[in-house]
Each structure stands twice: as structure tokens, then as C-alpha cells.
């Protein structure tokens, strides 16, 4: 049952003097809108206490007293990596014995809570000061200017892995019934890897790379593949092409090959999968395909191509169209990682 409103103290307060004035139980509930058994309550109350305010609830006293939850509160905010164990033992130093379970309520009074630690790149200081300087450089860019970018980027997707992720509603202790649960195999079960590329106007080529990349391999993609696409997308004139600074990518014959070509490039700051909105197509891609289950690494190419080509157009416009956000979100978060 949903819990209801408390009455204002000043409803209280005409309850009372309402009664004083000789008016019935009823009378006063429909003129001020309230239940009967409400305003009984509270002339009960009043007749008893002498007062319509709030009267001290009983309760067991918190184990924890202000002092240890300062304590406490401080030293996970000081360092989030701070064990339950440790918090236990800090306060049974200080002369209070008390189980994991109260410190975790107690600190989720506080607002805060025990979580998995997200994994990200590994940021040294000259990848923040490169993310900084990108985000303020091109805070300003007009969105004309992202619109006529060709971003791109490879993946890898598991046939049965940690891709394969889904949420079931399901009864208490039928948690291992088939229909609740995702199969794995040892090591994925295989996978297969995808290079793939995007702009405002939609999603571009994606192709499998079934061998290892190497510079060579990377130049004969680009030709096959970053062309036609920008063809397909109709890129305006100068259109500028987006990829990260793998070593494949950076070395002087990729460099040369795109200069030949009259690529431009856009200059990426390493370490940075939040600043490309691809990575956000490949989470969406990636749910899709989990969704239809393939079975064989057959299956897994085949479905791959045919999610990614019914992938909206609206969404990558809107990736393209929110762009400035991810810039504002690297500078406010002083060059480190984003929610993006």
C-alpha cells in the first residue's frame, strides 16, 4: 500500500480548533478534506498529548553513532578501494562492534554504495593534458563541421560471451531453468572481428577482418570499404576521416598512403573510446545480435550485417548532433574518462 501524505501542521492545528467549535468528526473531514478516521486520529491525540505535532517514535538507537558515521564516511570517500573488513575493524578500534550489513546501510544513508569498479583505459598524464587540449580546441566547432566526418573503428564480437548479456523476469529458485539462463563455452565459442564506419547520415560499410591486421591489410580496407562509403553517404566536399592511433594507423606508410589519397584527418588523442560515437554503435549492434542468439560463427557474420545495416539513421545523427557534450563532459571531468 503506497504511503500517504502527512498533514500539514497547520491542517492539524484547524482540526483542532474546528472541533473546539463544536463541529462533528465528519463535518470537518469534508470541509477540509480529509478522512474521518484521520481527523479522529488527530483530535485523539490532541486530547491525550495537548499538542498536534509529531511525537518521538520508538526504535532501537543506531549502532553507529554520528561520530563513527563521519568516520566511516570519510574514509570511503578518501579511498573508494576500502574494504567492508577494514571499515568493520576501524570501528572496533573506536570501540564499535558492528556487522558489513550496518555499515552498508549506513552508508548508503549517506548516499553511498558498493559497486564494480568500471574498467577503462589506462590514462597517463600525457593522455589527459592530449584529451584536454582536443576537447577545448574543438569546443567551439560548429555542428555543420561533425556532420562531415566519416568516424571508424574495429570490434570484436563472441559468439557466447560477455556480449551475450540479457535480463529475464523469473520466479524464486528457477534461476538455473533453460529459459533463464545464456549458454557459454569455453573461451566464447569463438568470435569474429569487424572494422566498420559511420557518419550523421547513417551507418557506412562494415566488413570481417579474418586475418591478423597489418599495415597492408589496413590500407586494402580503407580503399574498398572508406570509399564507398563516403560515396554511399553522400559526404560533402572535404569530408574528414576519423580512426585512432593504433600502430597500424600511425606509421609512416599509413600516414604517407593517406596523404596520397588527400585524406584528412582528424588529429585523435589516444586512449579515447568515450571521444569516438562509434563505440556507442557497437554497444547497440552488439545487443541486437545477442538478442537473435546465433549459433556458429556463420550465423554470428550474417547477423552482424544485417542488424548493422537496420541500424536507424536517426541514431547516428543524433550521435553526431550530441557531439559537443562529449567534449564538455572530458573538460569538465579534467581529461579523464566519460560516461561515454
Same mark, same amino acid.
Not at 25 to 48: C, F, N
Not at 109 to 118: D, E, F, T, V
Not at 271 to 285: A, F, G, T, V
Not at 295 to 320: D, F, G, H, R, S
Given at each position: ?84 573488513? =577494514?571499515?568493520? #575493524?576501524?570501528?572496533?578500534?573506536? +570501540? @564499535? *562492534? ?7 546501510? $549506513?552508508? !548508503? ?35 555543420? =563541421?561533425?556532420? #562531415?566526418?566519416?568516424?571508424?573503428? +574495429? @570490434? *570484436? ?7 551475450? $548479456?540479457? !535480463? ?173
Amino acid at each position: 500500500m503506497a504511503k500517504t501524505k502527512e498533514l500539514s501542521k497547520d491542517t492539524r492545528n484547524k482540526i483542532v480548533d474546528l472541533h473546539q467549535a463544536g463541529k462533528t468528526e465528519s463535518a470537518i473531514g469534508k470541509q477540509l478534506g480529509v478522512k474521518k478516521s484521520t481527523v479522529g486520529a488527530i483530535i485523539r491525540k490532541w486530547k491525550t498529548y495537548k499538542t498536534t505535532d509529531n511525537l518521538p517514535r520508538s526504535g532501537a538507537p543506531r549502532k553507529i553513532s554520528p561520530r563513527g558515521v563521519k568516520m566511516i564516511t570519510r574514509t570511503v570517500r578518501k579511498n573508494p578501494r576500502t574494504t567492508w573488513g =577494514d571499515l568493520v #575493524n576501524d570501528l572496533q578500534r573506536a +570501540g @564499535t *562492534k558492528v556487522t558489513k550489513a550496518t555499515i552498508s546501510n $549506513t552508508l !548508503r544513508r549517506q548516499g553511498l554504495k558498493s559497486c564494480s569498479a568500471r574498467r577503462v583505459p589506462l590514462l597517463k598524464p600525457v593522455h589527459v593534458r592530449a584529451r584536454l587540449k582536443f576537447s577545448r580546441e574543438h569546443l567551439d566547432d560548429p555542428e555543420e =563541421d561533425w556532420e #562531415n566526418v566519416i568516424w571508424s573503428d +574495429g @570490434t *570484436k564480437i563472441e559468439l557466447f560471451g560477455k556480449n551475450s $548479456t540479457c !535480463r529475464v523476469w523469473r520466479r524464486k529458485n528457477v534461476e538455473l531453468h533453460p529459459k533463464n539462463t545464456i549458454p557459454t563455452v569455453k573461451h566464447g565459442g569463438g568470435n569474429i572481428m569487424l572494422w566498420g564506419c559511420f557518419s550523421e547520415k547513417g551507418p557506412g560499410r562494415l566488413i570481417r577482418v579474418k586475418e591478423r591486421m597489418n599495415g597492408a591489410m589496413y590500407h586494402e580496407i580503407l580503399s574498398k570499404n572508406l570509399l564507398p562509403s563516403a560515396r554511399a553517404l553522400k559526404m560533402k566536399r572535404g569530408w574528414v576521416f576519423q580512426h585512432d592511433n593504433d600502430p597500424k594507423h600511425t606509421t609512416r606508410a599509413t600516414k604517407e598512403w593517406l596523404r596520397k589519397k588527400h585524406f584528412k584527418v582528424l588529429e585523435w588523442p589516444s586512449q579515447s573510446p568515450d571521444l569516438n560515437p562509434i563505440e556507442n554503435l557497437w554497444r547497440e549492434l552488439k545487443i541486437r545480435v545477442a538478442q537473435r542468439q546465433p549459433q556458429n560463427i556463420t550465423a554470428l557474420e550474417e547477423i552482424c550485417m544485417e542488424e548493422w545495416a537496420k541500424l536507424p539513421a536517426t541514431v547516428c545523427k543524433n550521435l553526431v548532433a550530441t557531439y559537443r557534450k562529449r567534449l564538455t563532459s572530458v573538460i569538465a571531468n579534467k581529461g579523464y574518462i566519460t560516461k561515454y
